[in-house]
């Protein structure tokens, strides 16, 4: 006769197995969401439209997820991180602060090229504003990591004089802007070339940060 006793050790394996599923399953309604959100917009996304994407019911998103709101903190979390988690081993190690300048600019357009949901997502989730209770609909500090190494390269190019005298703040949010503006250009423009894009954008921001002496002649007015 077969027991159905089990041992610590068969436990932890269920436990662990079953922990694995829960994650995946997790995972596949976070990233369903934020193509429902990057393809619907915000306010059409609703959980059931989220659900049939996953091949779930409502009622699996919310044994995961408390609600919309919760759904949505977690889709900008995984999308910020998963950002991170692509450009960071191309950011590290440069040797100086032109160079990691170029590589960030260019793998944030490589996230953008290889996940243009998750960005598209963020910005549709921004135009919805705030919650009804006024809050945020994520928490803003995810966003601070990137904001930070553009801060620390900028600075790192200016100490070593690398680059010109400028506004780190205003500079920061420039190319900030710039990029973030990609997503919504994919949607007008679908076959946008982003190597291409990358390119340009590394070239726009070479020229307004290196400290280059200015050439030619000058108006003296004599």
Not at 86 to 109: C, G, H, K, W
Not at 168 to 184: G, S
Request: with cysteine; net charge negative.
């Amino acid at each position: 006769m077969r027991s159905n006793f089990k041992t610590s050790e068969q436990g932890t394996a269920d436990q662990g197995r079953q922990s694995f599923i829960e994650a995946a399953r997790r995972a596949q309604i976070i990233d369903c969401a934020a193509e429902a959100i990057a393809e619907l917009g915000f306010a059409q996304a609703s959980l059931a439209q989220i659900a049939k994407r996953a091949g779930v019911s409502t009622g699996v998103i919310s044994y995961y997820f408390a609600g919309k709101d919760d759904l949505i903190r977690a889709v900008a979390a995984h999308v910020f991180a998963t950002g991170e988690a692509l450009m960071r081993p191309r950011i590290q190690n440069q040797p100086d602060a032109a160079t990691t300048l170029r590589v960030f600019i260019e793998a944030s357009l490589a996230f953008i090229k290889a996940k243009p949901s998750y960005p598209l997502a963020i910005l549709n989730i921004i135009r919805a504003g705030r919650t009804e209770g006024g809050a945020p609909r994520y928490d803003p500090s995810i966003e601070l990591p990137r904001r930070d190494g553009f801060v620390e390269i900028l600075e790192w190019g200016q100490r070593d004089g690398e680059f010109r005298p400028f506004s780190v703040p205003v500079m920061v949010t420039t190319i900030i802007e710039a990029i973030d503006a990609v997503p919504q250009q994919l949607v007008v423009e679908p076959d946008l070339d982003l190597d291409a894009y990358a390119a340009e954008l590394v070239s726009l921001f070479d020229h307004a940060t290196r400290n280059a002496p200015i050439t030619g002649a000058s108006v003296t007015g004599d």
